[in-house]
């Protein structure tokens, strides 16, 4: 039988990512709000009192060497499943394993591997075993898991919510394997601290993007025989172009068009920018962001410039006719004025407002004198009748009742001060004015 030694060359050859995979706690970086003194998942591990749990987080943070090091501290077995390969036959074997091991009084934590995979059936086949504890489950996810899990599951296990590294945390994690025997030590290998912080803010929180990236750069260095010089054209190469963190059917996706969104509300303009910027070079379809651009025109704009609907509209277009990458200055023009302008939800309250009550009253009739009364029969029956046309008087404006009776005198729109909607706020008064002098 083949014994591996620790640094042999088999070892050598395994990626960085693996070599150095931490074994205990304390070499494991980041997550210091679960993992430090005294915080709860700590104890929880430092007592062996684990429970089902799901970690939560993005790639490259740890979630599947954390569960490694969970079972290897409460001494229980580890099964590795993935949600990509499996289905309920792999399921139910890994099961009667685990319950076997249960009956000779040991414990086995099953990892599941981005666990949102599994479907409802797949997710229920963990429950009763999970229940009677032949398992300690520990599921993986990149997405929501309120969404993405079973109810019934999600209720039986505790949600750990992952971070993504820090520059800082990732840079001490390079230098470390700069240093290690597991890494490049011994290698002689010369990479200065700044080179270690541009790798570690190129991951962005990604652990394993930043060991690949480093382990790439020191591949790629100048070597003569005796050490390896990594220098900053090397450096420069291996990052030229970052495959940003995206997924348009995940929580990112959200996550961006809401900070896109709520920069031009906020009225930061390089803020909204930079997340366009964000969303378009990660792939997304600029007609969404287009319509999402047209919909903040009337509900966050709305009558304080009412040429921002113009400009949405317009952006929206030239998406349409020439597409990416020429498209994205269309849509930095429209969003910059977007945020630049004048700000108002009125149009957005006055809508809700009005919705809440044509939900609750879905049966209120029209009133007669503003029904359209095409046939005799119509006529007949009133419709019609006291109908004034208000481009016959004076003023353009008559007291004819336009809202069913039992709406009595609501006001859904409520114009606001900013921009041109002064002026429109300015003119709403006029005319209430002029129904109280002819009332």
């Not at 409802?120 to 993986?140: R, Y």
């Not at 039992?406 to 001060?417: E, Q």
Request: neutral net charge; aromatic residues 8%.
């Amino acid at each position: 039988m083949y014994q591996q030694s620790f640094f042999d060359d088999r070892d050598r050859n395994n990626p960085l990512a693996s070599r150095l995979r931490p074994e205990t706690l304390d070499e494991f970086a980041g997550q210091r709000h679960l993992l430090g003194e005294g915080k709860v998942l700590r104890q929880l591990i430092d007592k062996d009192q684990v429970s089902s749990m799901i970690f939560w987080g993005p790639p490259g943070v740890g979630k599947t060497t954390l569960a490694r090091i969970i079972a290897g501290k409460t001494k229980s077995n580890f099964i590795d499943f993935s949600a990509v390969t499996s289905g309920i036959k792999e399921i139910k074997e890994v099961m009667n394993r685990a319950e076997g091991n249960r009956i000779m009084g040991e414990k086995t934590i099953l990892f599941v591997d981005e666990i949102h995979r599994f479907n409802k059936a797949q997710q229920d086949a963990f429950l009763p075993f999970v229940e009677k504890g032949s398992i300690i489950l520990i599921g993986a996810t990149t997405e929501n898991p309120s969404f993405e899990i079973n109810s019934a599951l999600l209720s039986r296990c505790k949600v750990f919510v992952l971070q993504a590294l820090s520059a800082e945390e990732l840079a001490w994690l390079l230098r470390r394997a700069v240093d290690s025997p597991k890494g490049f030590g011994g290698q002689n290998v010369e990479i200065s601290d700044d080179m270690l912080s541009v790798i570690a803010n190129f991951a962005n929180g990604d652990a394993r993007t930043a060991l690949n990236t480093l382990e790439m750069v020191v591949l790629n260095g100048e070597s003569d025989g005796k050490r390896i010089r990594v220098t900053m054209e090397t450096l420069e190469q291996c990052t030229s172009r970052k495959s940003l963190l995206y997924d348009k059917k995940g929580e990112e996706h959200y996550n961006l068009i809401s900070a896109l969104h709520k920069s031009m509300r906020n009225s930061d303009v390089q803020a909204a920018i930079y997340w366009l910027a964000r969303m378009l070079e990660a792939g997304e379809d600029p007609l969404y962001v287009a319509r999402r651009v047209v919909r903040f025109a009337s509900e966050d704009v709305g009558m304080a410039d009412s040429r921002a609907l113009e400009i949405a509209v317009a952006a929206y277009q030239a998406c349409h006719f020439i597409g990416m990458p020429e498209c994205s200055v269309h849509l930095t023009h429209a969003v910059t004025y977007l945020a630049l302008a004048p700000k108002s939800n009125a149009l957005y309250m006055a809508y809700e407002s009005a919705k809440a009550d044509a939900q609750k009253m879905i049966a209120e009739p029209v009133p007669l004198q503003i029904r359209n009364a095409p046939t005799k029969l119509m006529k007949e029956l009133n419709y019609g009748a006291g109908y004034q046309y208000a481009h016959d008087t004076e003023d353009k404006l008559t007291n004819m009742k336009c809202l069913p009776e039992s709406l009595g005198d609501r006001k859904y729109y409520v114009p606001g001060v900013q921009g041109t909607e002064a002026k429109v706020k300015e003119r709403m008064e006029q005319i209430e004015k002029w129904h109280r002098r002819n009332d």
